[in-house]
């Protein structure tokens, strides 16, 4: 079975920064894209950015609101992915999951996989 | 940015009655390759999302049958044949044929 498990989360000021890691077990991560999704409390759901497989090459994709403070980048050999957030402002604060694009015999299948999440809340 | 559009926004269901998710996309989500990038997410109470249908019309491993998706182009839909009492919850439909990924405002699905 399939498990995403995210970490990091927690309280951290305006302007301060955190790093989430996604670690997914039981599929093929080297081929694996990875997304993040937030959620603010109460709110829906929001894409906030992707990393490729190294084989795709490795790039990271990023929504408008999170571009240049976050960074996603991975680690295959400890089945890991983080997501860097920097300069972090009180509209930041959600629960983040992390998600799978995963290889399912000859064709991927987007957002298949979901961690149970984790807090990050941004106050002072 | 895709904007989708869902109707109802809150569809209160009779236990075994059918229910019907409708999303529209604001350009079509048809994409270069000819297959198009919508899907239906489930989010229950307290849960993490989880995928049902992707490419429209495909269930995911482990998905009942009462679950199905159809539509073409610009307009969507999620049917549950017979709703049951663990189907109450957040349903999003979202895309990624273009770049942001994005969802629409969910539909919440309650028993009468």
């Known amino acids: 079975e399939v498990q995403v498990v995210e970490s990091g989360g927690g309280l951290v000021q305006p302007g301060g920064s955190l790093r989430l890691s996604c670690t997914v077990s039981?599929?093929?991560?080297?081929?694996?894209?990875v997304n993040w999704v937030r959620q603010a409390p109460g709110k829906g759901l929001e894409w906030v950015g992707r990393?490729?497989?190294?084989?795709?090459?490795?790039?990271?994709d990023y929504a408008a609101p999170v571009k240049g403070r976050f960074t996603v980048s991975r680690d295959d050999s400890k089945r890991t992915v983080h997501l860097q957030m920097n300069s972090l402002k009180t509209e930041d604060t959600a629960v983040y999951y992390c998600t799978t694009d995963s290889i399912h015999g000859s064709s991927s299948i987007r957002f298949d996989y979901w961690g149970q999440g984790t807090l990050v809340t941004v106050s002072s | 940015d895709i904007v989708l559009t869902q109707t109802p926004l809150s569809s209160p269901v009779t236990l075994g009655q059918p229910a019907s998710i409708s999303c529209r996309s604001s350009?079509?989500?048809?994409?270069?390759?000819?297959?198009?990038?919508l899907s239906w997410l489930q989010q229950r109470p307290g849960q993490p999302p989880r995928l049902l249908i992707y490419r429209v019309s495909n269930r995911f491993s482990g998905v009942p049958d009462r679950f199905s998706g159809s539509g073409a182009g610009t307009d969507f839909t999620l049917k549950i044949s017979r709703v049951e009492a663990e189907d109450v919850g957040i349903y999003y439909c979202m895309q990624f044929t273009q770049f942001p990924r994005t969802f629409g405002q969910g539909t919440k699905v309650e028993i009468k």
């Open positions: 350009q079509s989500l048809v994409y270069g390759d000819g297959n198009t990038y």
């Open positions: 039981e599929l093929s991560f080297t081929d694996a894209w």
């Open positions: 990393i490729k497989s190294k084989a795709d090459g490795g790039t990271g």
